[in-house]
C-alpha cells in the first residue's frame, strides 16, 4: 500500500508540474494581447495628435528668407488683396547674434484655398528679381518634416548612386520619388 502510494505522489507531482507549465503558456497568452492593445492604443493616439495637428496647420504658409514687412507686398504681387486677416508670426527663438531674417515667417490665411493659391503662384516670384531668394511651403508638422527629409534623403542618394532624371511628386499630400521623365 506505501508503494501505491508512492507511486500516486509521484503521479500528483508530474501532474501539477505539467499544469504550472501550462499555467505559464496561458499567462504568456494573455500578456502578449495586452502589450499589442497598448501599443495600438499608443499608436493610435499617436495618429489622432497627427490628423489634429495637420488640420490645424491647414491654413498656414511658411516663407523663408523675407522680413514680415514684405509679407504682405509679396501677397498682393500673387493676387491675394484681403491681407487684413492675416496672421504673421516669426517662428523660433530670436538670437540678437543672428540674422533675423533666417528665422521662418508662418503666414495663417483665411483659408485651406488661399494657401493652395499662394502655393501655386509662388513659382512667379522665382521669375522676379525683388523675390527670386524668397521660398515659400506648407506648414508641416514634425512628422511630416521627418517624412519629407528621409525621401529627400533617399532621393540624393539614389541620383549619388547614378539613377538619373528623379524627383519627388506629391500625390495626395505623400511625397514620393518618381522619374521626371513621367
Request: with cysteine; proline share 2%; glycine share 4%.
Amino acid at each position: 500500500m506505501c508503494a501505491q502510494l508512492g507511486n500516486d505522489i509521484n503521479g500528483l507531482k508530474a501532474a501539477i508540474v505539467a499544469l504550472q507549465d501550462e499555467i505559464k503558456i496561458l499567462k504568456t497568452q494573455v500578456s502578449t494581447p495586452v502589450q499589442s492593445t497598448t501599443f495600438s492604443l499608443i499608436e493610435t493616439e499617436k495618429i489622432v495628435n497627427e490628423v489634429s495637428e495637420r488640420e490645424r496647420r491647414k491654413n498656414n504658409a511658411e516663407q523663408l528668407n523675407v522680413d514680415t514687412v514684405f509679407v504682405k507686398d509679396m501677397l498682393s504681387s500673387l493676387g491675394i488683396n484681403d491681407t487684413d486677416n492675416l496672421k504673421i508670426s516669426r517662428l523660433g527663438k530670436f538670437d540678437a547674434t543672428k540674422d533675423d531674417r533666417r528665422r521662418p515667417i508662418r503666414v495663417t490665411l483665411h483659408s485651406e484655398n488661399s494657401v493652395t493659391l499662394v502655393l501655386r503662384a509662388s513659382k512667379q516670384l522665382k521669375t522676379s528679381n525683388n523675390w527670386k531668394n524668397i521660398y515659400l511651403s506648407k506648414d508641416r508638422t514634425p512628422m511630416q518634416l521627418e517624412i519629407h527629409r528621409n525621401i529627400r534623403n533617399e532621393l540624393h542618394q539614389r541620383l549619388a548612386n547614378g539613377e538619373s532624371n528623379l524627383r519627388i511628386n506629391y500625390k495626395n499630400g505623400i511625397p514620393n520619388i518618381v522619374s521626371s521623365l513621367n
